[in-house]
């Protein structure tokens, strides 16, 4: 009885094993397959971009007379779109996540603008572009510009800053507040010089984050932003900040492989594209990472 | 001792549950009172409603009235501001802010208007003094609050609450997470502070009670069963319910 017991035991193990093996492999391939894509894609462009990387190109805008390309005019554009784009989207969307998390009392409203957002960063950029480009572009007037483009990322970037913000406020512990109001701080003053700064983390990464989905955005931009390939003189004046217009560095990149057949200067800024994107993904690890510890 | 904080007929709910049940207790000044009574009895829920802290619940309500200085706190005149200005609190957990010990101090300070360096300076060091931790930090008031001891930190939190001059300090069983040796130095703050302030303590800790209040009031179930002076409690309690709490028949 005993004997037969044990046996029963083992054969059952000795055929899990055997699933557990096959599971195991098919993992592993789904791992490999994913790995070996993703190395293929970066290897590619790497490769195929890195060469044509040259000063020329980085520091000149193109010429016909001279039949040269730079995409120093999209450097800058892509700039002005980080910067405008932040400038309006940070306050923005701190505001509305202290507003949340801080304020608001009502917890359904809460619940369904929560939901909103959620939703908000799961829509295709490219139909952000379409409103952006009816609504800013033609309603507001302000044709196809940067300026348009920049607000149309607003709409892109703000839940992932309401986003982080408020995972970042929620992890405030509760006794700060206390601490703070029991000393006779009005809300805002204890938010001010307590929530915030405690929170910072949270910003800083949203920040980052936003910074690399502004520099990697090209459907938004395609409708609203223009496709112009020389340099801007937006300190020029009010108008010229409203109203010019460009291509990003995205877009530029769509240009020159769709319409201009220009494939080593697209692949040269699709490598300075993921070189930043790596970049700014380090930045926003190590920025948590680092400002959490305090 | 003329009488500072007083409660007529308070009632307190959260939402529809009765956490208070007409208590009327008169708290002396300068003097050390204890709430004693077991767990859910009231005794913390009463303590934060002199400062007003259980504003911060959602769905409270009070009737009846919490005087202090003759004043209702609960009166739509009366500015929290003011009020959490002169009553002062120390939570069960010290909570320093993640800022340096010299930030920590002149918050409250900076709240109210103060700016001049050379007067936050000295409050800074009247208020450390004031709770036994200058000599322990004045070497290191720029450094992190979050580096000092659990006993630091709430003796750092105790010369928070004295840095705005309170006239009360209410202490929310702040001594229940520090070793006897952080407690007794904190129990030995408490008798220096009843000089110049009235203090109010919550406390599970009957010894505690016993050693260190010259009053002591006694929560069951939301009701305040009996108040007297401590001696006379421990010893000879009038109601039954009281002595069958400090003989340790429940709680």
Same mark, same amino acid.
């Given at each position: 009885?005993?004997?037969?017991?044990?046996?029963?035991?083992?054969?059952?193990?000795?055929s899990?094993?055997?699933?557990?093996?096959?599971?195991?492999?098919?993992?592993y391939?789904?791992?490999?397959?994913?790995?070996?894509?993703?190395?293929?894609?970066?290897?590619?462009?790497?490769?195929r971009?890195?060469?044509?990387?040259?000063?020329?190109?980085?520091?000149?805008?193109?010429?016909?007379?001279?039949?040269?390309?730079?995409?120093?005019?999209?450097?800058?554009?892509?700039?002005?779109?980080?910067?405008?784009?932040?400038?309006?989207?940070?306050?923005?969307?701190?505001?509305?996540?202290?507003?949340?998390?801080?304020?608001?009392?009502?917890?359904?409203?809460?619940?369904?603008?929560?939901?909103?957002?959620?939703?908000?960063?799961?829509?295709?950029?490219?139909i952000?572009?379409?409103?952006?480009?009816?609504?800013?572009?033609?309603?507001?007037?302000?044709?196809?510009?940067?300026?348009?483009?920049?607000?149309?990322?607003?709409?892109?970037t703000?839940?992932?800053?309401?986003?982080?913000?408020?995972?970042?406020?929620?992890?405030?512990?509760?006794?700060?507040?206390?601490?703070?109001?029991?000393?006779?701080s009005?809300?805002?003053?204890?938010?001010?010089?307590?929530?915030?700064?405690?929170?910072?983390?949270?910003?800083?990464?949203?920040?980052?984050?936003?910074?690399?989905?502004?520099?990697?955005?090209?459907?938004?931009?395609?409708?609203?932003a223009g496709?112009?390939?020389?340099?801007?003189?937006?300190?020029?004046?009010?108008?010229?900040?409203?109203?010019?217009?460009?291509?990003?560095?995205?877009?530029?990149?769509?240009?020159?492989?769709?319409?201009?057949?220009?494939?080593?200067?697209a692949?040269?800024?699709?490598?300075?594209?993921?070189?930043?994107?790596?970049v700014?993904?380090?930045?926003?690890?190590?920025?948590?990472?680092?400002l959490?510890?305090? | 001792?003329?009488?500072?904080?007083?409660?007529?007929?308070?009632?307190l709910?959260?939402?529809q549950?009765?956490?208070?049940?007409?208590?009327?207790?008169?708290?002396?000044?300068?003097?050390?009172?204890?709430?004693?009574g077991?767990?859910?009895?009231?005794k913390?829920t009463?303590l934060?409603?002199?400062?007003?802290?259980?504003?911060?619940?959602?769905?409270?309500?009070?009737?009846?009235?919490?005087?202090?200085?003759?004043?209702?706190?609960?009166?739509?005149s009366?500015?929290?501001?003011?009020?959490?200005r002169?009553?002062g609190?120390?939570?069960?957990?010290?909570?320093?802010?993640?800022?340096?010990i010299?930030?920590?101090?002149a918050?409250?300070?900076?709240?109210?208007?103060?700016? $001049? @360096?050379?007067?936050?300076?000295? +409050? !800074?060091?009247?208020?450390l003094?004031? &709770? *036994?931790?200058?000599?322990?930090?004045?070497?290191?008031?720029?450094?992190?609050?979050?580096?000092?001891s659990?006993?630091?930190?709430?003796?750092l939190?105790?010369?928070?609450?004295?840095?705005?001059?309170?006239?009360?300090?209410?202490?929310?069983?702040?001594?229940?997470?520090?070793?006897?040796?952080?407690?007794?130095?904190?129990?030995?703050?408490?008798?220096?502070? $009843? @000089?110049?302030?009235?203090?109010? +303590? !919550?406390?599970?800790?009957?010894?505690? &009670? *016993?050693?260190?209040?010259?009053?002591?009031?006694?929560?069951?179930?939301?009701?305040?069963?009996e108040?007297?002076?401590?001696?006379?409690?421990?010893?000879?309690?009038?109601?039954?319910?009281?002595?069958?709490?400090?003989?340790?028949?429940?709680?």
């Amino acid at each position: 009885m005993d004997h037969n017991e044990h046996k029963e035991t083992r054969a059952l193990s000795s055929s899990r094993r055997a699933y557990d093996l096959i599971l195991r492999g098919l993992l592993y391939f789904c791992a490999a397959v994913t790995c070996l894509l993703l190395v293929f894609v970066i290897g590619y462009i790497f490769v195929r971009g890195l060469p044509h990387i040259t000063w020329e190109l980085l520091s000149t805008s193109p010429s016909y007379i001279k039949d040269t390309i730079g995409i120093l005019p999209n450097i800058v554009n892509t700039v002005y779109l980080v910067v405008v784009t932040l400038i309006i989207t940070l306050p923005l969307g701190v505001g509305a996540a202290v507003y949340l998390t801080e304020y608001a009392q009502n917890k359904k409203l809460v619940a369904a603008i929560e939901f909103a957002t959620e939703t908000l960063t799961g829509i295709p950029s490219i139909i952000f572009g379409l409103v952006g480009m009816l609504f800013f572009c033609q309603l507001l007037g302000l044709q196809a510009s940067l300026l348009a483009g920049s607000l149309t990322l607003v709409i892109v970037t703000i839940p992932t800053i309401i986003r982080t913000t408020q995972e970042s406020l929620k992890t405030v512990p509760q006794s700060y507040r206390e601490a703070a109001l029991a000393l006779g701080s009005g809300k805002w003053y204890m938010i001010r010089t307590v929530i915030l700064p405690s929170s910072i983390d949270g910003i800083v990464t949203g920040c980052i984050l936003a910074i690399g989905r502004i520099v990697g955005e090209s459907a938004a931009l395609l409708f609203t932003a223009g496709m112009g390939m020389s340099m801007n003189n937006f300190f020029g004046s009010v108008d010229n900040f409203v109203h010019s217009s460009g291509a990003s560095l995205t877009v530029a990149l769509y240009v020159y492989a769709r319409e201009r057949a220009e494939f080593d200067v697209a692949f040269a800024i699709a490598a300075i594209l993921m070189i930043l994107t790596l970049v700014i993904n380090l930045a926003a690890s190590l920025v948590g990472r680092k400002l959490k510890k305090h | 001792m003329p009488t500072i904080i007083e409660a007529k007929n308070l009632d307190l709910w959260y939402g529809q549950k009765q956490a208070l049940k007409k208590i009327n207790l008169e708290i002396p000044e300068r003097q050390i009172t204890a709430l004693i009574g077991p767990s859910g009895c009231g005794k913390s829920t009463f303590l934060r409603t002199i400062d007003r802290m259980n504003d911060l619940v959602p769905g409270v309500r009070v009737e009846g009235q919490m005087l202090y200085a003759g004043e209702d706190v609960y009166s739509p005149s009366v500015d929290v501001t003011w009020l959490r200005r002169k009553i002062g609190m120390v939570f069960q957990k010290a909570n320093p802010f993640p800022m340096s010990i010299y930030d920590n101090i002149a918050y409250g300070p900076r709240i109210h208007g103060t700016r $001049k @360096k050379s007067e936050l300076d000295e +409050i !800074v060091e009247k208020s450390l003094r004031g &709770a *036994a931790l200058w000599d322990e930090v004045k070497d290191r008031l720029k450094k992190s609050a979050m580096g000092l001891s659990g006993g630091q930190q709430q003796r750092l939190c105790i010369a928070r609450a004295l840095a705005v001059q309170p006239d009360v300090l209410l202490m929310d069983e702040s001594t229940s997470a520090l070793d006897p040796g952080s407690t007794m130095r904190i129990e030995e703050l408490m008798r220096e502070l $009843k @000089k110049d302030y009235t203090v109010v +303590i !919550v406390t599970h800790n009957m010894q505690q &009670a *016993a050693r260190i209040s010259d009053r002591t009031a006694f929560f069951l179930l939301g009701e305040m069963v009996e108040v007297g002076p401590t001696d006379k409690i421990f010893s000879t309690p009038e109601d039954k319910r009281t002595e069958d709490y400090i003989s340790g028949r429940f709680g």
